[in-house]
Nanobody, 115 residues
Framework: QVQLVESGGGLVQAGGSLRLSCAAS????????MGWYRQAPGKQRELVAA???????NYGDSAKGRFTVSRDNAKNTVYLQMNSLKPEDTAVYYC?????????WGQGTQVTVSA
């Protein structure tokens, strides 16, 4: 079993920055994919940013140019640096990990951006 613990969410003013962290623990032999998704009230969950085992990155349109995803393999941790935050970035942010055929989700961390 794998556990994901997210941290770093909170309340920030528009234009500010936050850094989210997601630490994975448990029976992990290799990590194929770690990423961040978000879900705002009344909306579908969407990809924010992701990074593969080969360090390829993929960003959702809303994140391009403002957010940066990175990972620390030694710590099994993925980070999301969010800059120039906007009120429309307000959502619950979820970490997702793929290892082999198994997919795990974190419990989510709230990000609220005030105007």
């Amino acid at each position: 079993q794998v556990q994901l613990v997210e941290s770093g969410g909170g309340l920030v003013q528009a234009g500010g920055s936050l850094r989210l962290s997601c630490a994975a623990s448990g029976s992990i032999f290799s990590i194929d994919f770690m990423g961040w998704y978000r879900q705002a009230p009344g909306k579908q969950r969407e990809l924010v940013a992701a990074i593969t085992s080969g360090d390829s990155t993929n960003y959702g349109d809303s994140a391009k140019g403002r957010f940066t995803v990175s990972r620390d393999n030694a710590k099994n941790t993925v980070y999301l640096q969010m800059n120039s935050l906007k009120p429309e970035d307000t959502a619950v942010y979820y970490c997702r990990l793929v290892t082999g055929r198994f997919i795990y989700w974190g419990q989510g961390t709230q990000v609220t951006v005030s105007a």
